[in-house]
């Protein structure tokens, strides 16, 4: 079943989306492809993982409206965003973030028809947003980060999404940059939805978001994520949050799709968050900036290689292959069980700008992914 499956999606196929390109490395033990966190847990990880049957009584036991709360709490808190509305109702708990993205993305069909997204990110939200009809203009990281959106696009729009910090480049939209924004949003009455699944990984992304969205007044959505943190085996929850007036369905369709996640995940994300707050974060972003470091020293002399995201924190690192292109690199690099990923789908409306990279996941056993790395190495002398 899996084989045929894996022979569908490939095939060669260089229009596969990233999380095609990523199952076919899911049996790979050098799978450097998905940016799920698949490192060894550490001892105070593991120690609540042996706890399990302990998390799943307290799951059975209390009242899930507390343990909901009390999960929200300990995440958002861990990562800065104490401003977040906690009030009964207003951070829905998906089964992932890109459940919370298909309610989203349902939401703002009923109210519009365009909608302005970063370019490049993660190609899933793309496809989420058109899936529900929703036309989308891309906005450039350079002219987002260079000043103020132009007002023509804004006219022509009624939502703007970003990822921040973005998902492949890691770049973080500051605070300053995060306020303007939303100062220009609610001059045009358009919603501001961020992504900011890959927080946790850079602190500065940690200023309190909500802050800022709740002194502008715009109109405001966001999608929260534990998942690509903490080694969990995709235990993991979404969470929607969004302003009291974003004047759309959010909760009714939320209920069309679930009824809620599971306590037990609840209570063991807040464990992970608990752990993390007592030093796990730090330990983490030591971690994944060793295995940066650990990718780049092996092959930064290659002739034509270059490290596009210099200031990056985020678990993912992409590398530029001067002009190799990424798909063949793949091919070669696969034939030696190596999975990376190529990164023609991050750019959802140009992919020809993609052409030439390749990401790699941080979020490994450093001894794996240092076998991953020589590999390619020798794959990209021969090119
Ligand atoms: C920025 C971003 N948002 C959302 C998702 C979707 O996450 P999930 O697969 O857990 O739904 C991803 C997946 O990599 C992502 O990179």
Redesign the pocket.
Known sequence: MAQSRVAKVYAGNQENN??EWEFLALNSELNIA???ARQELTPGQSKIIDELPLLFGEGERRRVEEIERECHRAYLQLLGQHSYPSTPGRVLSC???????EILSRALATRMDSVALLHP??D??ADLLRGNSLRLLPIAEDPLHGGDLDDELLRSVGCVFI?TP???TGKVVPEERLRRLAEQCAEHDVILAL?T??RGFDTRAHYDHYAVLQSVGCRWAV?E?T??LWPTL?L?L?MLVFSEDIGLPVSKIYSDILLGVSPMILVLARRFAEDAANGGLDELHRFIGGNRELVRAQLADLPGLTFPDADSKVSVERVHLGDRPGTEVWAALRESNVYALPCRAFHWDKPNEGSNMLRIALARSSEPLARSVQTLRLVLERF
């Open positions: 990233l999380t998905d940016g799920h089964y992932s973030s890109s459940v919370a993205m990110t993660f899933n939200i990822t973005n998902n492949p992504d699944s890959f999608i994520d998942g690509k995709d993991k979404g």
